[in-house]
């Protein structure tokens, strides 16, 4: 039976919940602690529609893979889009180097619908530094996305099967994905979190609705689900273990709306409303929530919340005025169908390749290169100085790309995040033979302390093998780690200077530092970067004269790294070949 596409208030009333409790969970998580399900039941909602219409269209002989996604085109992109791009100019403006080269990443990850894919390999949801992240929140985007192109396939290889056997495919494609959900929550968490084959479940949810023969209105069983969700939005917590079983809860209550109706508070016009506008405002309310979070460490809550809303709301209003409206209307066009596939395919053409260059270019690090190298060339070039470490190497990447260049000397980047460059670690091997090809002149080495120790002496074993192959290596010790009450949440929170360092971790610092400076001698300079962040109360220079200089606990920020700019440029020495 083809299912009637005349409007439903209430599924509009249902979004409008949802946007609204997800935007009220994240303005302050206590005051509605579950309220981040809302994106389960837009889920459920998603798949609802768009199997209605891919039904109806089957039935009617009249579907078009080229007219479904013209309509997915209209529908999605053109807000997206000035919404990604107005956050990459906000994040340039306001946001440090490396902070600014992951939105930037995240842009070109949200134009090709994998954002989800890129949150996915930063690690949990909810311990990320959320003010940080400005397009987080385009996972769900792309998760839908990715189903929407999927989908339509599955099905309309279905399209001659019996009702029968199509509803038992896609119950069994239901509790495939839920299981692999359930799996996934507890032994990967980010997996079942961001990525569609465990999500699918909620959205196979709404298809099972729009396949299923049509049900009658019944208000109680409507209550039920709003009971569920409302039960969703005050007791399920945020954790590794989500979504799991527990995110049935606000699956089941929204199928149970969208099945049977609700009435009541989801058909009031202002609910209603806001579920009409519920895409723009969920794309603009967290770039605007990072933005004011990050950029405002020091005004008061009320102020920040008085901007959240009122930016947002405004930024939503215009977006749904004179950007989502007026291209889905015009772009759903049959005579605009070149235009909208042109137009999208002129952007990921353009602007994707421009979001990666711009994260490359803000974030040095060897695993970006080939063989595990990038090389900054310079014509005629008169040395060659390497970089090696971990990512305390590569915060000063930048910094030695500017020396390097103004000493027109080249540089070749071996640092990567996360590996050991040490004697024995993951990174000697390739970095030893690039050093035996190289040789290069002066050699920069940074990495973090904790991987000594296993063995203290993997330092000093490091240089000695390095000095008959180099005439010239700086070490850079170790800066101080920032204690939890120096993050920018706690300064949010009133968290005020003198901040020190947890006393276990300043004592294994010093420790490997004095090491380290043994080690200087012929052949052998230390900087030692306890001065340039270390007060004389033995409080750490968070942030001096507005600018933080720090990316993170454990990293500098540009800033901060510039702040050895001196010392590096008196040893970079350089001896031409």
């Known amino acids: 039976m083809k299912r009637s596409l005349i409007y439903r208030p209430e599924i509009d009333g249902l979004r409008g919940m949802a946007v609204l409790a997800v935007l009220v969970f994240h303005l302050e998580r206590a005051w509605l602690p579950g309220?981040?399900?809302?994106?389960?039941?837009?889920?459920?909602?998603?798949?609802?529609?768009?199997?209605?219409?891919?039904?109806?269209?089957?039935?009617?002989?009249?579907?078009?893979?080229?007219?479904?996604?013209?309509?997915?085109?209209?529908?999605?992109?053109?807000?997206?889009?000035?919404?990604?791009?107005?956050?990459?100019?906000?994040?340039?403006?306001?946001?440090?180097?490396?902070?600014?080269?992951?939105?930037?990443?995240?842009?070109?990850?949200?134009?090709?619908?994998?954002?989800?894919?890129?949150?996915?390999?930063?690690?949990?949801?909810?311990?990320?530094?959320?003010?940080?992240?400005?397009?987080?929140?385009?996972?769900?985007?792309?998760?839908?996305?990715?189903?929407?192109?999927?989908?339509?396939?599955?099905?309309?290889?279905?399209?001659?099967?019996?009702?029968?056997?199509?509803?038992?495919?896609?119950?069994?494609?239901?509790?495939?994905?839920?299981?692999?959900?359930?799996?996934w929550s507890h032994e990967?968490?980010?997996?079942?979190?961001?990525?569609?084959?465990?999500?699918?479940?909620?959205?196979?949810?709404?298809?099972?609705?729009?396949?299923?023969?049509?049900?009658?209105?019944?208000?109680?069983?409507?209550?039920?689900?709003?009971v569920l969700i409302f039960g969703a939005f005050l007791m399920v917590r945020e954790g590794p273990q989500f979504p799991g079983w527990i995110a049935l809860v606000p699956v089941v209550g929204a199928g149970l709306?969208?099945?049977?109706?609700?009435?009541?508070?989801?058909?009031?016009?202002?609910?209603?409303?806001?579920?009409?506008?519920?895409?723009?405002?969920?794309?603009?309310?967290?770039?605007?929530?990072?933005?004011?979070?990050?950029?405002?460490?020091?005004?008061?809550?009320?102020?920040?919340?008085?901007?959240?809303?009122?930016?947002?709301a405004g930024l939503a209003y215009a977006s749904y005025r004179y950007v989502e409206r007026p291209c889905r209307q015009k772009l759903n066009l049959p005579v605009f169908r070149r235009t909208a596939y042109g137009a999208l395919l002129v952007c990921l053409v353009m602007l994707v390749p421009f979001g990666y260059a711009l994260r490359k270019s803000h974030y040095i690090d060897g695993s970006d290169g080939e063989h595990g190298a990038r090389v900054f060339e310079v014509p005629q070039a008169l040395s060659t100085v390497m970089l090696i470490g971990d990512s305390q190497a590569t915060m000063y990447a930048a910094l030695l790309r500017d020396l390097a260049r103004a000493k027109q000397s080249r540089l070749i980047v071996r640092c990567q995040a996360g590996k050991d460059p040490l004697v024995g670690g993951s990174l000697w091997k390739a970095t030893f033979a690039a050093i035996l090809r190289e040789r290069p002149n002066p050699l920069v080495l940074?990495?973090?302390?904790?991987?000594?120790?296993?063995?203290?002496?993997?330092?000093?074993?490091?240089?000695?093998?390095?000095?008959?192959?180099?005439?010239?290596?700086?070490?850079i010790t170790m800066p101080p780690d920032l204690p939890k009450e120096a993050t920018r949440e706690a300064i949010r929170a009133g968290s005020r200077a003198p901040f020190h360092e947890p006393s276990d971790k300043r004592d294994f610092r010093h420790e490997m530092n004095r090491m380290a400076e043994t080690l200087a001698g012929e052949g052998v300079s230390i900087i030692d970067t306890e001065p340039y962040f270390v007060r004389e109360d033995g409080s750490v220079i968070v942030i001096e004269a507005g600018e933080r200089l720090y990316h993170d606990s454990r990293h500098l920020s540009s800033v901060g790294a510039y702040r050895l700019c001196e010392a590096l440029d008196r040893l970079l020495v350089f001896i031409p070949k």
């Open 188 to 226: 990967h968490s980010p997996s079942g979190f961001y990525l569609l084959p465990a999500r699918a479940w909620e959205l196979l949810a709404g298809s099972l609705l729009a396949v299923l023969p049509l049900a009658r209105a019944d208000k109680r069983r409507g209550g039920l689900g709003l």
């Open 257 to 312: 709306i969208v099945r049977y109706g609700a009435g009541g508070i989801l058909g009031w016009g202002p609910l209603v409303g806001v579920g009409q506008a519920s895409y723009s405002l969920y794309l603009w309310h967290w770039p605007v929530f990072s933005f004011v979070d990050y950029a405002l460490l020091f005004q008061s809550p009320l102020i920040r919340l008085l901007l959240k809303l009122v930016l947002s």
């Open 446 to 475: 940074a990495c973090h302390w904790n991987k000594l120790r296993g063995d203290r002496s993997r330092l000093v074993k490091t240089v000695n093998a390095l000095k008959p192959y180099v005439a010239h290596i700086v070490v």
């Open 35 to 183: 309220g981040f399900v809302g994106v389960d039941v837009f889920f459920v909602i998603s798949g609802y529609l768009i199997t209605t219409i891919l039904v109806n269209g089957m039935q009617a002989e009249n579907f078009s893979f080229w007219q479904f996604y013209q309509r997915r085109i209209a529908r999605l992109f053109p807000a997206l889009l000035v919404m990604v791009a107005g956050t990459l100019l906000v994040a340039k403006l306001c946001f440090t180097s490396w902070d600014f080269s992951n939105t930037a990443a995240s842009f070109s990850a949200s134009l090709l619908s994998i954002a989800n894919i890129h949150q996915w390999m930063q690690g949990d949801y909810f311990a990320l530094s959320a003010d940080a992240q400005p397009l987080m929140h385009c996972w769900s985007l792309s998760v839908e996305e990715q189903f929407y192109v999927v989908f339509p396939i599955i099905l309309y290889g279905m399209k001659r099967a019996s009702k029968n056997w199509r509803l038992d495919v896609l119950i069994g494609l239901f509790v495939a994905s839920l299981g692999m959900s359930v799996y």
